[in-house]
């Protein structure tokens, strides 16, 4: 089936064919046969992806569109929205990575039949894996024995005899009568849509409940006080509206299976789906599809790094039972080492964030999940769960987290929090979910370590030896990215310590540099030494500059205040003096090497116009291999980042592992950065070679017979070069570097342009080393002159 229901923008058009826009639009002026718009505006139209494919083939402009890009036009095209057809195609690899001979009998048939399989299949995995999951438009009832069922239904999508497949997918009502065969089906008849002999596919038995978690599935408010209206959702939720808002006063399920008129428009996606699959493995599919969303909408998501993921899942140690009560995109639960019998739960205001991490989670251990969609702090759907541990990235000031109708609930063991305290009330239902012993860690806003509305609270967390460790993060860490941002480590007090102390930890000193963010490997390895020698004796001997245990009589002031900064000596500076000399001599050196690099003055030449090509035509005709970057792989090797080329500083990023290979960087690569605006390309040397490609990043490798790496990178940084190369939106510039111009030299005139080049690189990385360290000896002055250890003469 040509795939017509999925649309495509002139910009994704110009992607398949490796073109720039305007070359779409030359093509829709000059042929009369080109595809005519089906959605759209005026000024931006929509096309149909399967018309736009067959005209390209047709054309002789496209032999193959890439699985991964059509994959990604298919879902960015959903009719749906992006959202749904990620959960859609969630649900399928879920299905492919669970029952593959059952995705490939499904798949065998028309789309319509698949369309018609996939409930019934669906609810023999997602029921099993994330405890009961409803049909989609299907209300749970309070203490029903299933969803829905009639008086002797046996669960979702079945009636009392119900035989068919996906009964309810195109009835017009789902509350079967007791007794009924069906949704809207007459006495006895097998299914809905059903020929009475097809026999049963994955229909429950008669009488057995499918979604009987009442804890979820409650309507009354677990805190006894209706809520007004939900809150602001948390930083990392979409800010747009979403096709579903989750209840505050009940939580839901956070997946429904999609009934079959609901899947027939994502059957293209689900197949292609299936194809990247088969290509790369279900999980990966799944994560290559989640993170090319995140990618394409930045500001619209707050995302937990990597890094800092797998730093406060190492605080908790291995464990069983983990709760995540914002979960986000699932984050923080996917960096838990997995072991067996592992439960993990998960809740989020926004649904299709609960149920993307509820699919992200399953494909990616067997753990047991239980996801759900709703205000947490209003509607808790875990109230009776005792965790091992809970980890946590709440969203940051809040005032409308439910100050006014929470007021005597029952979780505000050390204090209400004030309106302003938001974080507060996160801390204290963290410590509520856990088990006597378990531990607790969040990332939180500085402020929450200091303000006075929240020093009451602090001070009783500390009495009662909740608050174990607080570590500020260095700059950069985590949006937002401007401040140091804190981790909190508690556990739930079993008993009372007798002489309780606090470790204060800052890791300042790993800031990286520009906006690359810190060294995680190094932040890590410091912040877990200091917490395991503090777990074992108690207490820790003070590492001045980085970290101490602090006895909680001396944090009980007036203040309570808990920023680490505040309580830790500045590091020893006895040899400040020298260090600044040494300093100082070496700025000199550089600065006498910065003069000798100085170019020559410009030597008048006059305007060439040389023939030009692109990198899209090189690339096509084999003088380079253009990759792109953001796969991991299994080897944990450094990661250059964009912010690493714009900055020209080493490799400083990380990639969560995956099936696929990384791209790994060769001397002579050309490396260029597509976001941000700037005419930046970097040559990878030795020192870089080995490094694998991030996000965000372009890598060009030249063959060198007939191109020279430097004459491409010098090229490629032409400001005109640049702008003719771009596309703006209302606030990113992104490049399409295949659109990129290059003039066709000889061999040997591309060299004689190399050399200049080259030297013109040496002479900004000697001005960048210069003014790094003309920065250290003016803040090392500073330091020493208000310390003491400068003398001002």
Known sequence: MQDNATEVTAAGIARLAGVGRAAVSNWRRRHADFPKPVGGTETSPSFALGEVEAWLRKQGKL?????????????VGHPEGPLTALVHAGCALLLIHERPTVWLDATAGSDARLAALMPGALEQVLTPRFGGVPAAGVKASSGAPGVNAGATGGGVNTGAVAGGVNAPSAAPGVNAPPGSAGVNAPPGSAGVNDAPATPAVNSSPAGQPVNARSAVHTPTDVHGTPPRRASTPRASTPRASTSRTADPAT????????????LLPSVPLLRGAGELAAEIGARQAFEFLLGRHLDANPRQYTLTPTGLAGLMADLVGPVRTVLDPACGTGALLRA????????????DSAPELAALTALRLALHSRAAVRAAAGDTLRADAHPELRADAVLCHPPFNERNWGHDEL????????????????????VQHALARLADGGSAVLLMPPAAASRRSGRRIRADLLRRGALRAVVALPVGAAPPYNIPLHVWVLRRPDRTPAAPEVLLVDTGRFAGEGRGGPHWAAVREAVLDAWRSFERAGRLEERPGFARSVPVIGLLDDDVDLAPARHLPPAAVADGAEQLTAVREHLGETLRLTADLTPPPAAPAPGTRWPLTTIGE????????????????????????????LAGTAPSGT??????????????????????GGSVARVIDE?????ALGRNLVLLRPDRAALDPWFLAGFLRGTANNRQASSYASTATRLDVRRLQLPR????????????????????????????LGEQLVRGMYDGLTDGTVAPD
């Open 63 to 75: 032999a193959e569109v890439p699985l991964r890009e059509r994959v990604w036009q298919q879902l």
């Open 251 to 262: 939580p839901a399920p956070a997946l429904r299976i999609p009934t079959g008129p609901q």
């Open 336 to 347: 838990v080492d997995t072991r067996p019998g592992q439960e993990l739960y998960a809740q």
């Open 407 to 426: 007021a005597y609930d029952a979780r505000w063991e050390y204090g209400f929090p004030a309106r302003t305290e938001s974080e507060l009330a996160w």
């Open 618 to 645: 090189l690339a096509r005709g084999g003088a380079l291999v253009m990759r792109t970057g953001g796969n991991g792989g299994h080897v944990r090797v450094p990661v250059l980042t964009d912010h690493d080329v």
């Open 655 to 676: 990639l969560p592992e995956s099936e696929e290979e990384a791209v790994l960087a060769e001397p002579g690569d050309v490396v260029v950065p597509v976001l941000g």
């Open 687 to 691: 020192a870089t070679g080995g490094a």
């Open 745 to 772: 030299l000889p061999l040997d005139e591309q060299r004689r342009y190399g050399a200049r080049f080259r030297a013109l690189d040496e002479f900004e990385r000697a001005l960048r080393h210069t003014s790094r």
